[in-house]
């Protein structure tokens, strides 16, 4: 689609087969990361962004979840083609995700720098000893404190700041290319956000990689992302560069996504939060047009029949709506 | 740490002592007499009066109870009606081929249950996982004594490659039947027990964190997996060692094998009562033992355990 790209997937098809019947939790995702660049993937929970991530590293727990179609391209290579022992290579290394939860995300019962050198040591085939001075370096480049010490600790004596930046070392310590870092912040409190944050865009452009930094927070998208892709219903609805993307939202579903933001405006303090009426909608039973179609304050007739195809409105900016 | 392992002793006498006292009033008023017993219903009366005052069997219950306590104090567990001799020598001399017994079926249902609950897990919900899980539910539901008769049938007298039976002075293929026998029923367990520690597990995000890093499949389920899942598996252990000694007897007997299990049946049929109470003192002093060291391994095995000591 894009040329120059670092990761490209195009039309992704990750489908869960339930008792119930078959989820498209992804279907037909079309995105590309460029090297260097921090791609912003929004959306409401259960709209496929971490289902999309855990697809590139070919994570999807199966059964019930499978990648049934499309490709997903990183630095020449189809991940979907790759055999299991050269995607293990990939991952943590060539790729590395950082997850929601760090306390559940980590090992109870491994101390953090064990977590931290194995990786190393399992990547890299180097002693133990020289992994775990590595990771103790690694600890330290992501500021935690004392890392010589800490690093014989356990995930439950850190603070959720603390562990978090455990993860991201973790992540980081082979110089990943591509960091996945999937609503890195959600679990924190809001002072320790920020720093975590700050933490993320500094190491990113001292490693110089791209990062797809998956979050409902649009605060947090506007301060960080180079572009932004917005999901609904497993499908990609809106694409474009953050400034674009605040400044005009094209797809009503981003339009109610930003009015449903808390503004700071003087004289009008006590403005109400608008908020997207209706539910998310339910995967197994999707209607057959345009997929937001049930909650669109903007529907028409047209919405109904056929669903819109993602199209180039202006250069760079691309959406999934009749009206747009 | 100490202080823990010292409160655990502590709190093992009071459960001696309750061992003591149920055993003691169960074997004597269970058991009947044993003078009856030796010398026969026709028996002399006024012999059978003698041997009685002299073993002290003609003074009330409680007083023989406190005779007896006051002698285990000391560590004189009495002498043996039948064998005319201390029971701690008996017991010292039998000890050794039960524990190796019991050992052995410990490691037969460690690693038989574990492997097969490990496989069950991975292959969940498959053919492999039902076979599994059928085999444990057949090594859990056989009868000890069944299973043990049929191993000789088939391994011993149609094949021939163990021995019938015997101690065969410590040989290992000696050892091989008995130990299958006793370790069936708690590879059983141990193997469903896996089978589910594993499944939960493996569901848990720390175990996806591990394959993003790039592990192979080995060390995500063995390292992340397995140590986690490992602590209900412990517990079932120490209480399985405890069904092992209770198995013994049976598996014991079947193998003619020279342990404590075999001398605690005999001394039951000889109203041989200060075996009978020694043996099962023994057995419990091992149960606790083996709890104790169980509860150690928790807190090996989990810092989060070791910490809120």
Redesign the interface.
């Known amino acids: 689609m894009r040329n120059g790209s670092l990761l490209t997937i195009q039309d992704l098809q990750t489908h869960f087969f339930t008792g119930e019947g078959v989820v498209r939790a992804v279907d037909g995702v079309t995105l590309s990361v460029r090297p260097g660049e921090t791609l912003g993937l929004v959306g409401e929970s259960g709209c496929g962004k971490t289902v999309t991530a855990l697809s590139i590293l070919r994570l999807i727990p199966n059964p019930p979840g499978r990648i049934v179609g499309g490709t997903i391209c990183f630095e020449g290579r189809d991940l979907l083609r790759l055999p299991e022992e050269e995607m293990r290579s990939i991952r943590g290394c060539a790729i590395s995700m950082i997850f929601q939860e760090p306390m559940t995300s980590l090992n109870p019962v491994f101390t953090v720098g064990e977590q931290v050198a194995e990786g190393i040591r399992h990547h890299q085939k180097v002693s133990r000893r020289e992994a775990w001075d590595r990771a103790v370096e690694v600890l330290r480049r992501v500021k935690i404190p004392d890392p010589a010490r800490r690093a014989y600790e356990y995930p439950h004596q850190l603070s959720g700041g603390l562990r978090q930046r455990v993860m991201i070392a973790m992540a980081l310590a082979l110089g990943p290319r591509l960091l996945i870092a999937d609503e890195p912040t959600t679990a924190l409190d809001v002072t320790i956000q920020a720093q975590i944050v700050d933490l993320l865009m500094g190491l990113q452009e001292e490693m110089q990689m791209a990062v797809i930094l998956i979050t409902h927070d649009l605060g947090v998208i506007a301060e960080t992302a180079d572009r932004v892709v917005v999901m609904y219903a497993g499908r990609v609805v809106e694409e474009a560069s953050a400034e674009q993307l605040f400044e005009t939202p094209l797809h009503p579903y981003t339009q109610g996504l930003l009015e449903s933001l808390p503004k700071l405006e003087t004289g009008k303090r006590h403005r109400r939060l608008t908020a997207i009426p209706g539910l998310i909608p339910n995967l197994l039973d999707l209607p057959t047009g345009c997929k937001f179609a049930p909650r669109c304050p903007k529907v028409i007739g047209d919405c109904w029949p056929t669903e819109p195809e993602l199209r180039e409105i202006r250069p760079g900016h691309w959406a999934r709506c009749i009206l747009a | 740490m100490r202080r823990y392992v010292l409160s655990r002793c502590g709190q093992a006498f009071p459960v001696l002592f309750g061992v003591t006292l149920i055993t003691f009033l169960l074997t004597h008023v269970a058991l009947g007499d044993p003078v009856r017993v030796m010398m026969g219903q026709r028996a002399d009366p006024e012999v059978v009066a003698r041997i009685r005052a002299e073993y002290g069997l003609d003074k009330p219950l409680w007083h023989r109870y406190a005779l007896y306590m006051g002698k285990l104090l000391v560590g004189d567990l009495g002498y043996s009606y039948r064998q005319g001799r201390p029971v701690s020598e008996t017991l010292a001399e039998r000890l050794p081929a039960t524990v190796r017994l019991a050992v052995a079926a410990m490691v037969v249902a460690v690693v038989l249950g574990m492997a097969a609950g490990i496989v069950a897990a991975i292959r969940h919900?498959t053919g492999v996982d039902l076979l599994m899980m059928t085999l444990s539910l057949l090594g859990i539901s056989t009868p000890v004594f069944w299973l043990g008769m049929m191993l000789i049938l088939l391994f011993a007298v149609s094949l021939g490659w163990f021995p019938i039976s015997g101690y065969g002075d410590g040989a290992f293929g000696h050892l091989v039947l008995p130990a299958l026998t006793l370790g069936a029923l708690q590879a059983g367990y141990i193997a469903r027990m896996t089978r589910s520690a594993l499944l939960e597990v493996l569901r848990?995000?720390?175990v996806?964190?591990?394959?993003?890093?790039?592990?192979?499949e080995r060390?995500v389920i063995l390292k992340?997996g397995l140590?986690?899942g490992v602590l209900p598996i412990l517990t079932l252990v120490g209480i399985s060692l405890g069904d092992l000694l209770v198995g013994a007897p049976l598996t014991e007997t079947v193998f003619a094998w020279p342990g404590l299990g075999r001398l605690l049946v005999a001394a039951v049929g000889n109203r041989d009562l200060p075996v009978v109470l020694g043996a099962t003192l023994l057995f419990a002093l091992i149960y606790l033992g083996a709890n104790l060291v169980v509860d150690l391994a928790y807190a090996l095995?989990?810092?989060?355990v070791r910490?809120a000591e």
Do not use: I
């Not at chain 2, 095995?301 to 989060?304: F, K, S, T, Y």
């Open positions: 919900n848990q995000e720390y996806r964190t591990a394959r993003a890093k790039g592990l192979k060390v992340h140590r986690n095995v989990d810092p989060r910490l």
